[in-house]
C-alpha cells in the first residue's frame, strides 16, 4: 500500500492565481481531511468528508473548496491564492467505526504552497 | 471551546536523559487522546492512541499516560534518533480531532 500521497511536494503560486491539491488513499478509508500547518501552530482542520458526496466545513475553511467524487480521492482547490494561504498543507485519512469510533489518522507528505 | 496545549515548546536532552512532555486539554468529552510523530518536512506518523484515564501504552523508549485533563508522553534514555516533534490530538464526541501546537524535542549525542 502506498498508504495517502499528495502532489505536488512543493509549489510557487502569485497572488490571485488558482491551484489544485491532489490527495489519493489506497487504504480504503472513509474519513479524509485537509489540514493546514503554520510556523509553531498546531494543524487547522480545513476541511473534512465523511465518504464519497459528503464534505463538511473545518475551522479554517474561507479561500478553499473540496470535492469528494471517490473514495480515495480528495482535492483541495484554492481560488485567488493570498499571501496568508502561504503554509504546508497536510492531507490525512482514517477509518471510523459506526459506532463512531474514531482510529488514528495517517498523513501524507505534505505540500508545501507560497502564494507571492 | 476545545484547547490542546503541550508543554514544553521545546525540550533539549543529552542521549540517556530521560524526560516527559506534557498535553493538556480541555474538551467537552474526550473520546481518544492521540500521539504522533513528526519528522522536519515530513507528515506526522502515529504513536499511541489512549482512550480513557488511566491507560498507558509503550513502545520502544516511549510511554503514554493519561489522565482526566492531561496526557504525558515519557521518554526513557532517548537517543537522537527520537529527536522530532512530537504532536499530541483529541478527538471529542461529535468533533473532529484537535491538535496541540507541538514540542520540539532534541536529542543531543
Known amino acids: 500500500n502506498a498508504g495517502v500521497t499528495q502532489t505536488p511536494k512543493f509549489r510557487i503560486l502569485k497572488i490571485g492565481q488558482s491551484m489544485t491539491l491532489q490527495c489519493t488513499q489506497d487504504m480504503n478509508h472513509n474519513y479524509m481531511y485537509w489540514y493546514r500547518q503554520d510556523p509553531g501552530m498546531g494543524l487547522k482542520l480545513i476541511y473534512y468528508s465523511v465518504g464519497a458526496g459528503i464534505t463538511d466545513k473545518g475551522e479554517v475553511p474561507n479561500g478553499y473548496n473540496v470535492s469528494r467524487s471517490t473514495t480515495e480521492d480528495f482535492p483541495l482547490r484554492l481560488e485567488l491564492a493570498a499571501p496568508s494561504q502561504t503554509s504546508v498543507y497536510f492531507c490525512?485519512?482514517?477509518?471510523?467505526?459506526?459506532?463512531?469510533?474514531?482510529?488514528?489518522?495517517?498523513f501524507g507528505p505534505g505540500t508545501r504552497l507560497t502564494v507571492l | 471551546e476545545d484547547q490542546v496545549t503541550q508543554s514544553p515548546e521545546a525540550l533539549r536532552l543529552q542521549e540517556g536523559e530521560s524526560s516527559s512532555l506534557n498535553c493538556s486539554y480541555t474538551v467537552s468529552g474526550l473520546r481518544g487522546l492521540f500521539w504522533y510523530r513528526q519528522d522536519p518536512g515530513k507528515g506526522p506518523e502515529f504513536l499511541f492512541t489512549?482512550?480513557?484515564a488511566g491507560e498507558e501504552k509503550e513502545k520502544e523508549r516511549l510511554k503514554a499516560t493519561l489522565t482526566k485533563k492531561e496526557s504525558f508522553l515519557h521518554i526513557t534514555a532517548p537517543k537522537p534518533e527520537d529527536s522530532a516533534t512530537y504532536l499530541c490530538?483529541?478527538?471529542?464526541?461529535?468533533?473532529?480531532?484537535?491538535f496541540g501546537p507541538g514540542t520540539r524535542l532534541s536529542v543531543l549525542p
Open positions: 490530538a483529541v478527538q471529542c464526541y461529535g468533533q473532529n480531532f484537535v
Open positions: 489512549l482512550y480513557s
Open positions: 490525512a485519512s482514517s477509518y471510523s467505526t459506526p459506532s463512531g469510533i474514531y482510529n488514528e489518522q495517517f
